[in-house]
């Protein structure tokens, strides 16, 4: 009998009963029209006489008494709600506007708070969560629905037609606790469904029987520890004494029995030769019990999909610990997933429409755990640091950084542009400079001066690049300097130098990537080649590669290279490698070479000159301008790819 049949009846009348029901076809007819469908569901209905929708799977009230009095069902579900719940939850929207009217409706409501108890419903038995208002307008407010008084109504394809709540007893109907929703009033949360069934298992129920065993076991241990908890006695009276028998009478049986009663009150018994007094030992009762209660547990965790190491009942390694959070961990977030897709669907797309927003807010799950954090961030740093990622993949990595540390990300994006551009800067710098002759010193790639009368004095300043030598007959007379002089330096310190920093001295050294003696040569002959025709940064670079054969440079510890996850960790790949060697070596033999030719025309102190730009180091631009003994300074270059250089001090 359907609610149409019960109005014609003369118990019920449709003028009493209409205030109950709240009609909303558009909504039913929406849900229709998304669902056509051939196919039925099986349904068993509860009609007494109304039709409530259909009856529940099991009995909802059972789960709720386990949750309340079964403290392990108390403490899982709880754990659950943790990892769920826990880490809170935040919204976003292509459509700022949404997201600002659904993150002011879940401050309205203290949706975090509704949340936490409605997923709590869910697990337990099923969650109903009813949303207020009208079907035009948005969601008013919240209310959790107990379930064990909510009925789903559907049609014979399975579609929701309404919600009905009855909180009056089923030996008698009373119309007076009949309470209809129509399918937009009512958000329900259904976890471990099967099939096409109206209703979740939840998960308790799939564990009753194994709960059932646990606690009769349970009752039964504590039973027998109750019963047996002082040791009983048996007292034997009588026997042969002298060859012959004295059996005791029944009252002195009976008066013994009676002493028995007071026995937690006396210490001390007296007894005669016929009395015999023995304790009964029932064994160790609970050690019969472990084996069987263990298994119970065991079964419970199995069930429940915890791990037994969240429950604290377990001793194992850590990479079973590991495992099992994984796989938990995976658990949590298909239960996120169903709630997401009620939230999106049931709730936030009702609060748009009200407000006119065609759009889709997404609900996403809070900040991760800090352990899962500190997992994401040791897998994101090597690739940072990997020469090999791409700057744009880098940026990713550090924006994804930037969210696991809580940090201001709009800080971060305006820091990000500004170093961009600097970014930019220095790399037109460095072009600039790769094409530029080296290298840097007094008398270096000097152009042709001017013929002037030689009664004209000629100021040195900016005559510091010489590209054709044999035209310079009176450079000496003209600068003081002599170029090939000082190129002839530079050759013969890059031929005696052991470049003892890149040169490989085991097979180890040279596995990692450093230089063997061949390659030292030929990268000596490239670099002087490169003084004495005056080739720049750039082309070096491009003959250091075709002629010397680099190989990455992977990094060394004790006595081995080192691996990480199974690779070599790279310290510098060899397509970087040439920029570095050449642009170190090259200041290293300039100022080599300077400093040589210096001290042949008896110089004996120099000034350091560092190349300021963007890219100078707070080292060098403190040391820029400091004299120094010729014979005692700081290694020049500072560091790799340094650029600075000394000039000969003539005064003072």
Not at 616 to 641: K, N, R, W, Y
Request: glycine letters at 8%; proline letters at 4%; one cysteine or more.
């Amino acid at each position: 009998m359907g609610l149409k049949d019960l109005f014609k009846t003369k118990d019920i009348t449709e003028e009493a009963y209409v205030p109950l029901i709240v009609k909303n076809e558009a909504a039913v007819a929406l849900e229709k029209e998304q669902s056509k469908f051939k196919g039925e569901v099986e349904k068993k209905d509860i009609k007494f006489p109304v039709e409530l929708g259909e009856e529940h799977p099991f009995d909802f009230s059972a789960t709720e008494g386990l949750f309340k009095k079964f403290g392990y069902a108390n403490g899982v579900i709880n754990k659950y709600l943790d990892f769920i719940v826990g880490p809170g939850f935040w919204v976003d929207s292509e459509d700022e506007a949404a997201t600002k009217i659904i993150e002011d409706w879940m401050q309205d409501v203290n949706f975090d708070t509704v949340l936490r108890d409605w997923v709590k419903e869910a697990l337990t038995k099923n969650g109903f969560l009813e949303l207020g208002g009208k079907a035009e307008e948005t969601v008013k407010g919240t209310k959790i629905l107990d379930s064990k008084y909510m009925y789903v109504q559907r049609d014979k394809k399975g579609v929701v037609e309404k919600f009905n709540q009855y909180t009056g007893a089923f030996n008698k109907f009373d119309k007076t606790k009949v309470n209809v929703f129509s399918p937009y009033q009512v958000a329900h949360l259904a976890f471990n469904k099967i099939g096409d069934m109206p209703y979740g298992l939840g998960i308790i129920y799939p564990a009753m029987n194994i709960i059932n065993n646990l606690l009769q076991n349970e009752k039964d241990l504590h039973m027998l520890m109750h019963r047996k908890a002082n040791t009983p006695y048996h007292i034997k009276l009588g026997g042969v004494f002298g060859g012959k028998y004295y059996k005791p009478s029944a009252t002195a049986i009976t008066k013994y029995g009676g002493d028995l009663e007071w026995l937690h009150n006396k210490h001390e018994w007296v007894t005669d030769g016929l009395t015999e007094i023995k304790t009964v030992d029932f064994g160790n009762i609970g050690e019969k019990f472990n084996e069987v209660l263990g298994y119970d547990e065991q079964m419970l965790l199995y069930t429940f999909q915890v791990p037994s190491v969240l429950m604290g009942t377990a001793n194992i390694n850590e990479g079973i610990a590991k495992t099992q959070m994984d796989a938990f961990e995976r658990r949590i977030k298909s239960f996120q997933s169903e709630i997401e897709k009620v939230i999106e669907g049931k709730i936030f797309k009702r609060i748009l429409v009200a407000h006119g927003k065609d759009v889709h807010v997404e609900f996403h799950w809070g900040r991760p755990s800090n352990a899962e954090r500190y997992e994401r961030l040791l897998k994101i740093t090597p690739l940072m640091t990997s020469p090999t990622t791409s700057q744009t993949l880098t940026r990713m990595l550090e924006k994804e950084t930037v969210k696991l540390l809580e940090l201001d990300e709009e800080e971060y994006d305006k820091m990000a542009d500004e170093e961009e551009k600097e970014n930019k800067k220095r790399e037109e710098e460095r072009k600039r400079e790769e094409e530029r002759p080296q290298p840097i010193v007094p008398g270096q790639n000097a152009k042709k001066p001017k013929p002037v009368p030689k009664k004209e004095s000629m100021c040195p300043h900016g005559m510091d690049i010489v590209e054709n030598l044999d035209v310079y007959n009176n450079i000496e007379e003209w600068l003081g300097f002599n170029y090939k002089d000082y190129v002839t330096s530079i050759e013969k310190f890059i031929k005696k130098d052991k470049y003892e920093m890149i040169l490989a001295s085991s097979e180890l050294e040279e596995a990692a990537g450093k230089l063997t003696e061949g390659q030292v040569d030929k990268f000596k002959e490239v670099l002087a080649n490169g003084f004495v025709n005056g080739k720049s940064i750039k082309q070096m670079v491009a003959e250091v590669n075709k002629k010397v054969g680099l190989k990455d440079l992977l990094k060394i510890t004790a006595g081995a290279i080192a691996v990480k996850d199974g690779v070599p960790i790279l310290v510098r790949s060899k397509e970087k490698r040439a920029i570095l060697l050449v642009r170190t070596e090259v200041t290293r033999a300039a100022n080599a070479g300077a400093m040589a030719h210096f001290k042949e025309g008896g110089i004996k102190k120099i000034r350091w000159v560092a190349s300021f730009g963007a890219r100078t180091c707070p080292e060098c631009e403190e040391l820029d301008g400091q004299v120094f003994s010729i014979d005692e300074h700081p290694a020049i270059p500072l560091h790799a790819m340094c650029r600075c250089t000394v000039v000969p001090v003539t005064t003072g």
